[in-house]
């Protein structure tokens, strides 16, 4: 499949999964891939971490006004600028952060509530209204993410999700408020953003694991969870750390040493054994995962190789956008969106 | 080898284990080890664990939320005891503790802002867990208690929560809020009144109603709240209490357990141990590998050459790793650093958590044999 065409599947794309499975380094490649291919891309990181501006080399914290990571001289498009009409220039990757605060505090502004804003924030009112709309807050972030989304700010949106467990409640926020049926313009806003996650055209979720046990139960059971309680259409799945498979270890190393004619001693033979074998073992395992994954979950496979350095920066951002852009080639060219 | 003992010296010496860092590391694996190693050296040990992930809960015996621990069999001289938090059940028992009647505790319970107020109040889990911890060492004749903290999104949530929580309930807006009931609208200051009006408007008007009842039913419990937080804060900084950092040679977790060190620093609190959890396995040393090299000079044979880059590769992919974690191991020095290799098997059951706890209690360094995991065995590549 053409990397432009699988970049513009959806103009948002969530990318969710369980702590630890490298999210963040897979939105940054993501964003690469996408930017290489021409498109502009906004990234929007939703726990402040660093993680997307550093693989990009950067050391400027992300921060609500947003900064540029990838493009030559431009200038970052700011609020103001975007409700001007102004885009991301194509090629060109822009992150930013969203708060539950910082999305309040825009959304009483919009509502002609500035004054007190300030005031409702330092009061820790939001925490009591919070209490009593559980959900409020993810629907403010979401919100703001359907503002972007309708301002056409960039080609391709991109969400840092929080990790699992809190995705399903991030997700599942707006239809919550929904169903709460409480009266004001907060609920036009869950309204919006409950549209926004079930047309597959303006929203989809790419789900992230790593090939081991634990994680991949973890993604079987957060795409059914969101598909059928938040009706989130599943873009394909990223595995992430995916160790290279190395072939010609099948004879011992007792075996091959004597057949060599080279005599090792015992200490240096186990020491090779002992290797062999665990790298077998964790072959194996590694390939009962995958196929165990796409067995349970009938979506296409986007395989990122594990990286044996020491830190993400540029060099390795290049080392996993090439790989998940070898995926995204060979994938079929008509993407499968399962409803 | 100084790091075999300083983890049975810790389970040993200690009488609360905090594991902290970031989700996905091995935390709650790590914090069951711990627990199981006191068993066997005799103790009275109880692990605390939040969500964990089911299959480890189930060797644990564990099926359910609940707030008594339970107690896991097995054949060790000491108690193994495991708890999975319920953040609602702790908060419920903590309101029926301070309330001054059951009425009172009953007005809470059914309070709406209440209600949600673990799922939403950040830091109300941690602050729970805390309780807990506090509740258990206190008073459930444990020698051992272990926690594991909650993934969050702020990893000292748990340090600060307890104030967090009482500040909520003090919070003089709220005061105010409550006033309507005491002695009419017009005490209240026209500020106030203000925000009420804006957050009927955005929010919806039974917002507020529904705000004045939970501060009502709060009222006079204020006081009790704030003591239990004082009292759990100096039971996190007594000598007793040992922090231990859990992260794994990825750079990103190494990033986040150094902003933590960092910051439990700031709170005069220290890192009593690292434990570098899935690291690559190394099965040669350096000497045994110059003698590799000696001997196997490349284009010998296929086979004993893929044999050596595969050894070799482990070890560079250590070196590596050894390199990312350099920095935080100096940051929370003289704090010793436990490696736990990588299994070949998902820990899952009580003998691959005997496995985890043979090797922070072994020390540094896995020998080749333990790291071949029970399921070991090759039966030919993919």
Redesign the interface.
Known sequence: MDISAFCSQSRVLIVAG?????K??MVAALAHMAARAGLSVLVVEL?G???VSTAFGSDVPLEYAGSLLKAAGAEPIGEADARRGATIAPGTVQARTITPDDALLEY?GD?G?RR?SK??MS???V????????G??DVLVLGKIKQIERGRIADLVLVDA??T??TM?FLSSAGGLLDAA?????RAQAADVVELLSDPSRCQVALVTLP????V??LIEAAYQLEDKVGIALGPVIINGCYP???????T?A???S??G????P??V???E????????????Q?DQLSRLARELPLPQLRVPFL?????GPVELDQLTDALAAGVQALPDRAEVRS | MTTATTTDMMVLDRSIIICCG????GKTTIAAAFALQAARLGRTACVVTI?P?R?LANSLGLDALSNRPTRIEGPWPGELHAMMLDPKGTFDDLVARYSDSPEQAEDIKVN???R??T????GTQEYMAMEKLYELAEEGGFDLVVVDTP?S?NALDFLDAPRRLT??LE?R??QALMMPTRAGLRIMGM?AQ??LR??S????A??VA??VA?FQAFEGMEEGFRARAARVRELLAQAETAFVLVA?P????V?EAVHFAGKLAESNLFVTALVVNRV??R??DDS?LA??AA??DGG?????D??????R??T??SD??E??YTDLASKVAPAPVTRVP?L???V?DLDNLATIADLLSGGAGPA??S???P????????
């Open positions: 369980k702590g630890g499975v490298g963040t380094t726990e971490r660093p993680g009483l509502h509530l007190v005031r409702l009061s820790g009112i925490d009591l209204v919070a209490g009593a709309i559980p409020i807050r929080p990790a467990g809190h409640t409480r009266g004001g313009p907060i081991e046990e634990m994680p139960n973890e498979y190395r072939d010609g270890l099948a004879t190393a075996d091959a040493a057949s060599a080279v005599n090792l001693g200490d240096l186990a020491a090779l002992a290797a062999r074998r665990f790298r077998l073992t964790r072959q194996e395992l390939a044996f350095t020491a830190s993400i | 970031s989700g996905g590391v969500d992930a299959r709406r802002i209440y949600n107020l799922g939403t109040l950040s993934p999104r500040r909520f919070n807006l709220f500020a203000a925000l804006t957050i408007k955005v929010a919806g039974d917002i529904d705000a939970f794994s990825r750079p990103d977790s990033d690559q396995p099965f040669a045994q003698a590799l001997r196997v010998t044979d296929r086979d004993l893929e044999l050596v880059e595969n050894l590769g482990y560079a992919a590596r790793e390199q990312a990588l070949n098997t998902d899952h080749p044999e790291s071949d995991g399921s070991g065995g090759p039966s030919g590549g993919r």
